[in-house]
């Protein structure tokens, strides 16, 4: 895998599409497995794949698997054994493997599509296993599901997370109970401390729904996972990050998944009516 990798050129390729009356989404299985587009009521809410925007790591919702953000220098031991991971950003290893592998398509409906994807078995992830994901649409939600199931042997626990790139919101709600703060590798550590104002690009941990505000549009976001990150440094771009762990879990929480076991987790996004708005 060549350095910084994950900033190379990845085109949609073939595109899937699912919706109903409000909600359209666009998948590319190929590319990632990933969310090419989300509209909702004629409105865009993803940066999109453009011959200005076209590396793997920025365009889309992508599914981060078996890691989310960096492992430092790609390295971590497991089993009494080191391991070194493909360096794919900078002096790190970046957002798994998921994102830019071609996923198959299990199942699809109208309203939902179901994805899998066998995980390598070689220094890309030593591990082997197999991740799945399913991408529905209910009234106004939309919901995705990830899961990595282990194979024949054990492995670090999968942090599993997706990153969408959102087109900047006019504003964001955002009420984190603490943050992760970061080193000079600009990797997270601990201990954790009290949040600092933005602009971020930063881990979180976060226990409430965070609203995006574009237009007369609200979008609820949650989570099962307790883990958020933000980042929304750019001008034109704000990455809002549900996680089921930190950064670079594999050196601070290592966990086993034993044979057969699986990890996973859900996010939902909603477009709020003017009543559920309220309640919010």
């Known amino acids: 895998m060549a350095r910084d990798a994950a900033q190379q050129s990845l085109p949609p390729g073939e595109l899937i599409h699912i919706g109903n009356d409000t909600l359209a989404v666009t998948i590319a299985p190929h590319a990632g497995g990933r969310i090419a587009q989300i509209m909702c009521e004629g409105v865009t809410w993803l940066a999109s794949h453009s011959d200005a925007n076209a590396a793997a ?71 082997g296993g197999t991740a799945r994901q399913r991408i529905a649409i209910e009234g106004r939600t939309l919901r995705l599901e990830l899961a990595v199931t282990a194979g024949a042997q054990a492995m670090p626990k999968p942090v599993l997370g997706w990153h969408p790139w959102f087109v900047k919101p006019d504003a964001i709600e955002f009420r984190p109970d603490a943050m992760y703060p970061r080193d000079g590798e600009g990797i997270a550590v601990r201990p954790l401390q009290p949040p600092t104002p933005g602009p971020w690009d930063d881990c979180f941990i976060n226990t409430h729904p965070v609203l995006l505000h574009r237009g007369v549009q609200t979008l609820r976001l949650a989570s099962d996972g307790d883990h958020w990150v933000i980042y929304d440094e750019p001008v034109q771009t704000t990455c809002v990050e549900p996680q089921s762990g930190p950064p670079d879990a594999f050196n601070l929480d290592p966990v086993a998944l034993a044979s057969g076991a699986t990890a996973s987790t859900w996010f939902t996004l909603e477009w709020l009516t003017g009543e559920a708005k309220s309640r919010d």
């Open 57 to 127: 790591i920025a365009w889309g919702s992508y599914p981060m698997l078996p890691w989310v953000g960096r492992i430092r220098h790609g390295r971590f031991r497991f089993g009494g054994q080191a391991y070194q991971l493909p360096i794919n950003l900078g002096p790190h290893a970046i957002h798994g493997v998921g994102f830019v592998l071609p996923w198959q398509v299990a199942a699809h409906t109208s309203t939902q599509i179901e994805l899998i994807l066998p995980l390598p078995e070689d220094e890309r992830w030593p591990f």
